[in-house]
Each structure stands twice: as structure tokens, then as C-alpha cells.
């Protein structure tokens, strides 16, 4: 039972990666990576660590894929696409990878009820919110600094690019 609870996410981030990748239209493109970060973070789920589930959902799902479409919608990329239905099989996909994850939430909660975030101690959780700072101000300070420096680099780099053709 525990192979299909991990089973299912693991399946819809992999296929929601690999759409992203093949998928021409950069709107779809966010879309897709929305979806493979809303299964990534019911992976945290089921490992218990409730702190990085939320974190996953609200900075990944919800900030950094707002971003991606600021830049999208900024630089015009969503014009590109000729026909609005240029992939039968989405609509289809989308209900097949929404109903997969409802099942898989369904099954979680019944079968075993002791993995709902809510009965975790968060004391001594590996994913502490106490123990993720203590982990990203310490040992992981540089990449975070790096990172933080990268995105500031992509947007000014978006906003120049926009200024230009203006």
C-alpha cells in the first residue's frame, strides 16, 4: 500500500515534468510546473514534514509560478501558440491526474490516518520549521544567497529586456 501512496504522486510529478518540457506554449509550460510542484508537495506530505509541504504549495506553487507567468505575460510568449486546442488529450490528462490525486488523498486518510499533518509532533520532526532554518542559515546559507541573487539577476534582466522593446 505504501508503493501506490507514493506511487501516484511520484507518477503525476514525473508526468507533469516531462509535459512541461515538451509542451510548446510557455503558459502551458507554468501550468505543468504548477501541477509537478502540487505532487512534489504531496510527497512532503507523505513523509511527514508538514512545514515543507506548506512551504513547497505556498513559495513554489504559488510565488515562483506567479513570477513565471509575470515574465510570460510581460514578454508576450503566450501569442505564440497558433490553434487553442493544439493537444486533444490535455483535457482528458487533467481529469485522469486530478482524479489520481484524489484517490491517493482518499486512500491516505483512510488507510492511515496518523500521516495527516496535523498528528505530527513538530517538536521532533525532521522538517521542523526550527530545524529547516537552522539547516538554511548555517550549512545552506551560500546556495540560498546564490539563489536569492539569481532570481533578482532573471527579473531585472526581464525588466530591461521589456524596456527595450518598448
Same mark, same amino acid.
Given at each position: 500500500?505504501?508503493? =501506490?501512496? #507514493?506511487? *501516484? ?25 504548477? =501541477?509537478? #510542484? ?19 504549495? *505556498? ?6 509560478? &506567479?513570477? #513565471? =507567468? ?25 481529469? &485522469? ?12 486518510? *483512510? ?25 538554511? #542559515? ?7 544567497? *546564490? ?11 526581464? &525588466? &530591461? ?6
Amino acid at each position: 500500500m505504501d508503493v =501506490l501512496l #507514493f506511487g *501516484i504522486p511520484a507518477v503525476v510529478a514525473i508526468i507533469g515534468a516531462i509535459a512541461m518540457l515538451l509542451s510548446r506554449n510557455a503558459v502551458h509550460s507554468a501550468l505543468y510546473l504548477l =501541477l509537478n #510542484f502540487a505532487a512534489i508537495s504531496v510527497l512532503y506530505l507523505l513523509l511527514q514534514a508538514p512545514f515543507l509541504f506548506a512551504t513547497q504549495l *505556498i513559495v513554489y506553487a504559488g510565488a515562483i509560478i &506567479v513570477l #513565471f =507567468l509575470f515574465v510570460v505575460m510581460l514578454l508576450g510568449a503566450e501569442r505564440d501558440e497558433d490553434t487553442p486546442h493544439a493537444n486533444p488529450w490535455q483535457n482528458r490528462g487533467a481529469f &485522469v491526474g486530478g482524479l489520481l490525486l484524489l484517490v491517493e488523498l482518499c486512500l491516505l486518510y *483512510i488507510n492511515n490516518p496518523d500521516t495527516i499533518p496535523v498528528a505530527v509532533d513538530m517538536d521532533n520532526a525532521f522538517a521542523a520549521p526550527a530545524e529547516v532554518a537552522k539547516a538554511l #542559515f548555517t550549512t545552506h546559507l551560500l546556495p540560498f544567497e *546564490i539563489a536569492s541573487f539569481v532570481l533578482l539577476t532573471a527579473l531585472i534582466g526581464v &525588466v &530591461v529586456l521589456h524596456q527595450r522593446r518598448s
